[in-house]
């Protein structure tokens, strides 16, 4: 039986271990995995898909602002295809959406 | 596009370039990190121990549900759900390493594990950019670990000191850096990509998981958007 209770520096070095596995394990076991075609195709989505996989939840959270800031910020983006003026007006439709009590 | 044909390498040009395109992402850190700090002082940790925390384990969302978590009397059971709320929040990390082997496989494997101990949201940002742009320097998300891992450091001391300064993130569209980083990320991303429909895919996953297990979403949005790209492109 384990008969002393863990104390807070035992918490932070068992998160901070986890935390580290998990940052080399998928480096590590892509060197194990044979990269066919279309596993290629699922690294390529790879990225893209984590990043619209975090905004989407996020940003539907925020209510009808965040959803319209977000979805105007990828507008601007796509049509301008510069980050400031993309990221200016995500937060300017934010601002008055919220100032609005939306 | 002959990107992967070339070989990966680290220049001194990237390493600064790296750093710059960590700018964006500055106003997000600082917030959250003072937040961080004035929780972790909030939850009776000491000063060490909130600066030795952001330190070895450097994962923002996860630090926080541990703080939330945080008790005067740890228990081993209690010990084991911050363990597995940590890997559930961080298992993108696993994601996002395995996107970097394509790429810097060639490199020096003692670099490359050491410098994946800095893995962030930011700095996979700011290198798969580069890489989707065709570029091969792995200096570019070398060099934005550095102000990335000093900053979160140094404003979580700053935090647990200056206590809540920053008490409603949410009131000033804090809340929002995130997301609409990410969708000026995204967007030339998927602009780019054969088709779109892995995407819509991995939003659907992302939204449903999120009511169902909240520290999934990324990881299950990412995985469905991966092999949906794997599969549909069979035909």
């Known amino acids: 039986m384990i008969d002393t209770a863990p104390g807070p520096w035992s918490v932070i070095f068992a998160t901070a271990l986890v935390t580290f596995l998990l940052r080399v394990s998928g480096y590590w076991l892509m060197a194990r995995v044979p990269v066919t075609p279309r596993v290629k195709r699922a690294l390529d989505a790879l990225p893209a898909s984590l990043f619209i996989s975090t905004v989407a939840p996020i940003a539907l959270k925020a209510g009808v602002a965040g959803v319209a800031a977000t979805l105007a910020a990828a507008a601007v983006m796509f049509l301008a295809k510069r980050e400031m003026p993309a990221l200016a007006t995500g937060f300017a439709v934010a601002a008055a959406l919220r100032a609005l009590g939306l | ?235």
């Open chain 2, 1 to 235: 596009m002959t990107n992967e044909d070339r070989k990966p390498h680290i220049s001194p040009a990237g390493l600064r370039a790296g750093m710059v395109e960590t700018w964006p992402f500055t106003l997000g850190l600082f917030v959250f990190a003072m937040a961080l700090g004035a929780v972790a002082n909030q939850k009776g940790l000491t000063f060490l121990q909130a600066v030795g925390q952001s330190a070895l384990v450097y994962a923002g969302a996860s630090q926080m549900l541990t703080l939330q978590m945080w008790t005067d009397h740890w228990t081993w059971g209690a010990l084991a759900a911050a363990v597995g709320v940590t890997a559930a929040i961080n298992s993108r990390l696993l994601l996002m390493g395995a996107t970097l082997r394509p790429w810097i496989g060639g490199l020096d494997p003692r670099l490359v594990y050491t410098s994946l101990f800095f893995l962030t949201d930011a700095s996979f940002a700011i290198g798969a950019r580069h890489h989707a742009n065709g570029g091969r320097d792995y200096g570019v998300p070398l060099g934005a670990h550095i102000p990335l891992y000093l900053g979160w450091v140094g404003v979580t001391a700053l935090g647990y000191l200056g206590g809540a300064l920053i008490a409603h993130p949410e009131r000033y569209g804090v809340d929002l850096v995130l997301p609409l980083l990410f969708t000026t990320m995204f967007t030339p991303m998927a602009r780019r990509a054969p088709r779109w429909s892995p995407f819509a895919i991995a939003a659907l996953v992302a939204i449903i998981v999120a009511q169902i297990a909240p520290g999934w979403f990324i990881v299950a949005g990412g995985l469905s958007g991966a092999l949906s790209a794997a599969l549909l492109d069979e035909a």
